[in-house]
């Protein structure tokens, strides 16, 4: 019974996929109608496929009542079940061939047909086809992902009586649109009788929910009307941007959309016949607004040129193939490129006028841009200078600056002075920079601007004090009685002397940046260094001579695992500083005291550790890595369990170490789904909507993919005990 039922659990279904759809229907004579209803979706959200068999209501109207019911007369009691026959792609087809769709768009459509017999009634029939649900990421209606869809069609008395037939739409509008390019299309509609066609806007209908994504039959009329997000959308501003418009005579859409996202449309065509209405069909579907890879010329070149007279220009048009510029020298006419960032020299300082002119083939159609700059040459004339002096290289640092900066063809318009990227000053002659900071180079840059446009600059560096490379304090990593001091300098300061103390405890080098001492005496050395400017700065270097002991310890919690877990490594010791752990593939990072390891076999872990005193040490460790097997009894789903709060056998899990991704469903014996897991630590408590079941066997479907990348799969029966 149990898998009788799994088979039919795709009806119960619902997902994220309705897209559109319409019905239509076609009087064949002798009260038969064909009815036709066409449906899309989603390719890559369409969960689940289409319904099969779709059900379609019939539904009569009663005036006593004054409400609408199923007419069990007609029809297989009152609907029509139509099976499943096709299942089609749609093509992203946009109305500018150079423009270009992404490759991620894809629609799906089927369409289901059927003939009824529908003798006259007074009042007509409402034939209604429901679904649940449109996209979640819809942006012009509220709760899309709550709100279904109902695509209904209404066989009025004149139409039962006349043998009439709807208006029938001609295409289905574009599944992809782009956003700020007009959207244009032709919503024209067909009728065989030659009824007088009426265009206009409509709100589309909500239908099925999610708790009860595929009524059979339909809910009964009247329906209920989507809600738009509004502000800012409603029925005169279904997309944004420029407002839609429908022509009312002759179906034909406009407008521009600038915002990129899903959104609901709603049409409708009336039929009218001696001045009265007696038909209208309805169709509403999604439009998918976004980004079109588009075919477009450009290309920059500065508006001012003051480097001579070459220019070099610098294409930045988007799916060219073919280029063709025309460079406009008087002096050169016809000089021309067809390369795709060409250079060129031109005869004169002027200004001057450059096209460029772009090919491709896109979607069989032949595309071409063109685009215009104008700009101007000018001789180099400018010469930035200046000069920056040092004041006090105490607290504050002053420095003061000399411009003599000059353009010998035009008038100089501006100054900009920046400190280490900031500015600083837009005056020709700045005012005395002060920094509270003396251990720090100053990076000063000049930048001038002459009246057309030309600039250039000047950057020098000031150097404040000495950068020095040392440590405070170092070590020998072993007992020595010399040393070698090393105080290394940074650039090429112009630094007049060395002074190292205790005096009797230099070897050698003492008017030196790396002198030789004599650790017999004392651990700590003295040293002054004096610059060009007077500048002077001072400092220790304390030696630890005792032998370092690092004193490591590693461990690996746990040591021992499968494939898939992980593992914590750690290593501690004395006044450690790096470390550089080896083999690096299953770390999650081969530098800190305590990385994460995932080894796939087993594997030795090796860290060379290096203290603050620069000495080095090594330490390993071994973690184990067992052997994965997808299969019971490695893997365990239990076939009872009893929800009866005794703390004992209360949840139901599905049990295994290897496990990485799993799937878990369960059923009713009617195959209604009453749980489902994605995670082995969630299990069932036996509960369905707040309410704990009654004893029961129910039916499961478990899919298991091991850490080892096999994948496991299992139908059974778990029984709930009480």
């Keep these: 019974m149990i898998g009788i039922l799994l088979m039919v659990l795709p009806q119960f279904s619902w997902g994220t996929h309705i897209v559109g759809g319409e019905m239509n229907y076609r009087c064949l004579g002798n009260d038969q109608y064909e009815i036709q209803l066409t449906i899309f979706r989603d390719c890559d959200t369409g969960i689940p496929d289409f319904d099969n068999p779709a059900s379609i209501g019939i539904f ?32 992203p087809v946009l109305t500018d061939p150079c423009l270009v769709v992404p490759p991620n768009v894809c629609v799906n459509t089927t ?18 086809y429901q679904r649940c649900c449109r996209n979640m990421n819809i942006l012009n209606i509220i709760d899309p992902l709550d709100t279904g869809a109902t695509y209904p069609v209404e066989i009025s008395e004149t139409s039962l009586l006349e043998c009439n037939s709807n208006a029938v739409f001609n295409e289905w509008p574009p599944i992809y649109v782009c956003v700020n390019e007009p959207l244009d299309f032709d919503h024209a509609a067909t009728d065989i009788d030659g009824d007088s066609l009426v265009y206009k806007l409509c709100t589309p209908f909500q239908g099925a929910s999610p708790d009860f994504p595929m009524p059979q039959p339909p809910n009964a009329p009247p329906f209920t009307e989507v809600v738009w997000l509004n502000p800012p959308y409603d029925l005169n501003n279904v997309m944004g941007g420029i407002a839609m418009s429908i022509d009312s005579q002759t179906g034909f859409l406009t407008g521009v959309p600038n915002t990129i996202g899903q959104f609901v449309v709603g049409i409708c065509v009336e039929e009218y016949r001696d001045g009265n209405l007696i038909s209208t069909t309805r169709r509403d579907f999604q439009y998918n607004v976004g980004v079109c ?25 988007v799916n060219a193939l073919d280029y063709e510029w025309n460079f406009n020298d008087p002096a050169n006419p016809g000089a021309m490129s067809t390369i795709s960032n060409p250079s060129f020299i031109y005869s004169d300082t002027g200004t001057y006028t450059v096209m460029l002119a772009i090919e491709a083939t896109i979607n069989s159609a032949i595309c071409t841009d063109t685009s215009f700059q104008t700009f101007s040459i000018y001789e180099h004339s400018l010469i930035p200078e200046f000069l920056a002096d040092i004041v006090d290289c105490e607290d504050p640092i002053n420095i003061d600056f000399a411009n003599s900066s000059v353009d010998t063809v ?60 040392y440590s405070n304090d170092t070590a020998t990593c072993e007992p020595v009685s010399t040393f070698d001091l090393a105080v290394n300098v940074v650039g090429n300061p112009d630094i007049t002397s060395w002074t190292w103390m205790p005096s009797a405890g230099i070897i050698s080098g003492g008017n030196t940046n790396t002198p030789t001492v004599d650790l017999t005496l004392t651990d700590t050395y003295y040293f002054s260094v004096e610059y060009d400017d007077g500048c002077i700065f001072e400092d220790s270097i304390v030696v630890n001579n005792s032998g370092v002991d690092l004193g490591l310890n590693i461990s690996a919690t746990p040591d021992t695992l499968n494939v898939g877990q992980t593992s914590q490594l750690e290593v501690t010791g004395n006044n450690l500083d790096s470390y550089d752990w080896e083999p690096t593939g299953s770390l999650d990072d081969p530098t800190i005291f305590n990385p994460v390891a995932e080894p796939v076999a087993s594997t030795e872990y090796t860290t060379i550790v290096t203290d603050a005193n620069g000495c ?62 994605k995670d082995k630590s969630i299990g069932w408590n036996g509960m369905y909507k707040d309410e704990l079941l009654e004893p029961d066997v ?25």
């Design 60 to 91: 009569a109207f009663d005036a006593i009542t004054n409400s609408y019911f199923l007419d069990t007369g007609v029809g297989q009691m009152g609907q029509l079940l139509i099976p499943l026959t096709n299942n089609d792609t749609l093509d």
């Design 111 to 128: 369409t289901y047909t059927d003939t009824v017999s529908l003798p006259f009634r007074a009042g007509g029939y409402t034939l209604a």
């Design 293 to 317: 890879g588009e075919f477009v010329s450009s290309f920059f070149v500065p508006e001012v040129s003051c480097e001579g007279l070459e220019v070099n220009f610098d294409d930045q048009s």
């Design 410 to 469: 035009f008038d100089l318009t501006n100054w900009q002075w920046t400190v280490n990227g900031t500015v600083f000053s837009n005056s020709e002659n700045p005012p005395t920079f002060i920094s509270n900071n003396n251990d720090e180079d100053f990076e000063i840059q000049l930048i001038i601007t002459n009246e057309k446009g030309c600039q250039d600059s000047l950057t020098q560096i000031i150097n404040i004090g000495i950068d020095l490379e």
């Design 616 to 677: 080095i040490d090594t330490i390993s460790i071994l973690v184990v890595v067992l052997s994965t097997i997808c299969e019971e009894p490695y893997l365990f789903m239990p076939n009872a369990f009893t929800p009866n709060g005794d703390s004992e056998n209360d949840i139901l899990f599905v049990e295994g170490n290897v496990i990485d991704e799993m799937y878990l469903a369960i059923y009713d014996r009617w195959g209604e789904k009453v749980f489902e897991s």
């Design 698 to 722: 129910y039916g499961y479907y478990l899919r298991i993919k091991c850490v080892n990348g096999e994948e496991y799969f299992k139908k059974g029966n778990i029984s709930l005990i009480r």
